[in-house]
């Protein structure tokens, strides 16, 4: 066989795709993906579609939506509400965006979960965010906005 396949480089992609599933896609519209790839690839076919999709990827084409601040100054607050409100990412952002003064480069990674979220940002902000955001209805919930706690 005259075929090399990069596999670390690929178990990276794979990697970043499964974190981007986790914490950025909206489920609902991946879901409605497989249902497509479901109804149109047979059950004894799916790995070898898959097989072949990475395959014709170019090495560095997959750009999962998770962004990473180069920042090293971002302090996390906890915000009190997560996946079980149908939140993501997308949403977190557009709430800090709007309600105040951020910019998006003030904004780093978030981690949602399943009643709890977890969002970086500059610490120049995170008071005026905190004030805002804290008491706040959103999708039908009062936010509970404060600075994360250290894990132990």
Same mark, same amino acid.
């Given at each position: ?5 990069? &596999? ?5 992609? *794979? &990697? ?12 609902? &519209?991946? $879901?409605?993906? =497989?249902? !497509?790839?479901?109804?149109? !690839? ?6 070898? !579609? ?17 962004? =990473?601040?180069? =920042?090293?100054? *971002?302090?996390? *607050? ?25 910019? @998006? ?13 977890? !969002?970086?940002?500059?610490? &120049?902000?995170?008071? $005026?965010?905190?004030?805002?955001? $804290? ?5 039908? =919930?009062? *936010? ?6 250290? @894990?132990?």
């Amino acid at each position: 066989m005259g075929f090399s396949i990069d &596999e670390a480089a690929l178990q990276e992609q *794979l &990697e970043a795709i499964l974190q981007d599933i986790h914490e950025n896609i909206d489920i609902d &519209e991946l $879901n409605a993906y =497989r249902k !497509v790839f479901r109804k149109n !690839v047979s059950f004894f076919h799916r790995s070898y !579609v898959a097989a072949y999709l990475l395959k014709n990827l170019k090495a560095g084409s997959i750009r999962p939506g998770i962004r =990473r601040s180069t =920042r090293t100054d *971002l302090v996390t *607050l906890f915000v009190g509400i997560g996946k079980s409100r149908r939140v993501y990412p997308k949403d977190l952002v557009g709430l800090i965006l709007d309600t105040t003064s951020t910019q @998006k480069d003030d904004i780093g990674s978030i981690k949602i979960l399943d009643n709890y979220s977890f !969002v970086e940002v500059s610490p &120049e902000h995170a008071d $005026n965010i905190i004030a805002t955001l $804290n008491g706040m209805t959103y999708r039908g =919930r009062s *936010l509970n906005v404060n600075y994360a706690k250290k @894990k132990d």
